[in-house]
T-cell receptor, first 112, second 117 residues
Framework: QKEVEQDPGPLSVPEGAIVSLNCTYSNSAFQYFMWYRQYSRKGPELLMYTYSSGNKEDGRFTAQVDKSSKYISLFIRDSQPSDSATYLC????????????FGTGTKLQVIP | DSGVTQTPKHLITATGQRVTLRCSPRSGDLSVYWYQQSLDQGLQFLIQYYNGEERAKGNILERFSAQQFPDLHSELNLSSLELGDSALYFCASSSRGLAGGQGNEQFFGPGSRLTVL
């Protein structure tokens, strides 16, 4: 079983839609959760970083963590064509030096 | 622009050869990470350095090695290259390299695309 599972998509939505991206993880020792956005042939860009269960909001983006279910989500409101990219969830250990495990990414296309 | 720089952007070489990829972290960041991204494997953690010392190891092949220099730039050396080594190689940096907590987020460079023919 992979440590982090993410639906690869692709996911295609109309402009203005609410997008839900999800990951599950297997190791309850993971304590820190991140979402990265990666445009084609570019480096991943950090969108959200959280370490507690519940919601964290930043503009049109909301990260949700449910540690009891080992489930994390990223919601994008009012999606724009510029949001078209691959979204990677990432999970980090707690304590010691950081080791980050990435999901395989979900490719999102927002159609104008 | 994340502040992390990587060279070269693209590299084409033959099987059996050796290449070196270079990374300069963001100003002030002490920790450097190397990742490999291929189509079928996603983003795989290879190795982490903190202030010149190796701190964590992932799925790095024995044919690959890395180091971090006193000026904090890092190099990833790939030898005896195989077709399957063709991938994007990313470097990321963070301030302290510790798990969790504010200020330990990783910032990625633009990547080096390696093609092995």
């Amino acid at each position: 079983q992979k440590e982090v599972e993410q639906d690869p998509g692709p996911l295609s939505v109309p402009e203005g839609a609410i997008v839900s991206l999800n990951c599950t993880y297997s190791n309850s020792a993971f304590q820190y959760f991140m979402w990265y956005r990666q445009y084609s042939r570019k480096g991943p860009e950090l969108l959200m970083y959280t370490y507690s269960s519940g919601n964290k909001e930043d503009g049109r983006f909301t990260a949700q963590v449910d540690k009891s279910s080992k489930y994390i989500s990223l919601f994008i409101r009012d999606s724009q064509p510029s949001d078209s990219a691959t979204y990677l969830c990432a999970i980090s250990n707690s304590g010691g030096y950081q080791k980050v495990t990435f999901g395989t990414g979900t490719k999102l296309q927002v159609i104008p | 622009d994340s502040g992390v720089t990587q060279t070269p952007k693209h590299l084409i070489t033959a099987t059996g050869q050796r290449v070196t990829l270079r990374c300069s972290p963001r100003s002030g960041d002490l920790s450097v990470y190397w990742y490999q991204q291929s189509l079928d494997q996603g983003l795989q953690f290879l190795i982490q350095y903190y202030n010149g010392e190796e701190r964590a190891k992932g799925n790095i092949l024995e044919r690959f090695s890395a180091q971090q220099f006193p000026d904090l730039h890092s190099e990833l050396n790939l030898s005896s290259l195989e077709l399957g080594d063709s991938a994007l190689y990313f470097c990321a940096s963070s301030s302290r390299g510790l798990a969790g907590g504010q200020g330990n987020e990783q910032f990625f460079g633009p990547g080096s695309r390696l093609t092995v023919l």
